[in-house]
């Protein structure tokens, strides 16, 4: 772990420039990109979720930390790709029809990207069929939805709902996240799971992949 411990520290300080210039070295040191991504890079966004849920980072740091990460993972992804190597699975994620905000929703993408999920961004103001056409498209299993506005909360369970409709997206899990829901709300709109921040949604999503 110790020669992985430089890319976790600048990781966690939000230093783009040395994560990207450690990243770089451990490569052309001949280290498998895996290995960069599995012990340097997940370990350290791991910390950063720990603290964020903590209180003891804010999001402004968060983003910072994010932003180092994917320097890092600039270096790593055509050589993770020619690898073969493999993602942890493919999750979609996009904020419901009528919302416009973004900043929970990228806080997630980017903990998942550094957890080593493939994430597919559909954006915000997603309408409710784009949710099921994107899912068929990627061959999801989990799928997160994000609201932060009380009015936006029951397009939720129409989302849900469509993709319960559907033979080909019946099956997938479904992760809501957001300021105004609760553990009981999401229960109600049949969701299978509640990340109340971005590093439970890491928490989750693996926990609904492995299920």
Not at 24 to 47: A, F
Not at 52 to 66: D, G, H, R, S, T
Not at 176 to 203: F, K
């Amino acid at each position: 772990m110790a020669k992985y411990q430089e890319l976790a520290d600048a990781i966690i300080a939000g230093d783009n420039v040395k994560s990207k210039e450690v990243a770089q070295k451990l490569v052309d040191s001949g280290v498998d990109s895996s290995d960069i991504l599995n012990e340097g890079l997940m370990p350290g966004m791991n910390v950063v979720g720990k603290r964020f849920k903590a209180n003891e980072m804010y999001i402004p740091e968060v983003l910072i930390a994010a932003r180092a990460m994917h320097a890092a993972m600039d270096i790593l992804k055509p050589l993770l790709t020619e690898s073969g190597a493999t993602s942890k699975g493919t999750v979609l994620i996009g904020t419901v029809a009528g919302d416009l905000h973004d900043i929970g929703k990228n806080l997630v993408v980017m903990m998942l990207e550094g957890g080593g999920f493939n994430v597919v961004d559909i954006g915000v103001d997603v309408p409710n069929e784009k949710f099921v056409e994107e899912a068929k498209k990627n061959d999801v299993k989990v799928i997160g939805l994000s609201a932060l506005l009380t009015t936006t909360m029951p397009v939720m369970k129409e989302v849900i709902d469509a993709l319960k409709a559907d033979q080909d997206t019946k099956d997938i899990k479904v992760v809501v996240g957001g300021a105004p829901l609760t553990q009981e709300y999401a229960e109600s709109i049949g969701a299978a799971g509640y990340a109340p921040d971005a590093s439970t949604a890491v928490d989750v999503t693996e926990e609904l992949m492995s299920s």
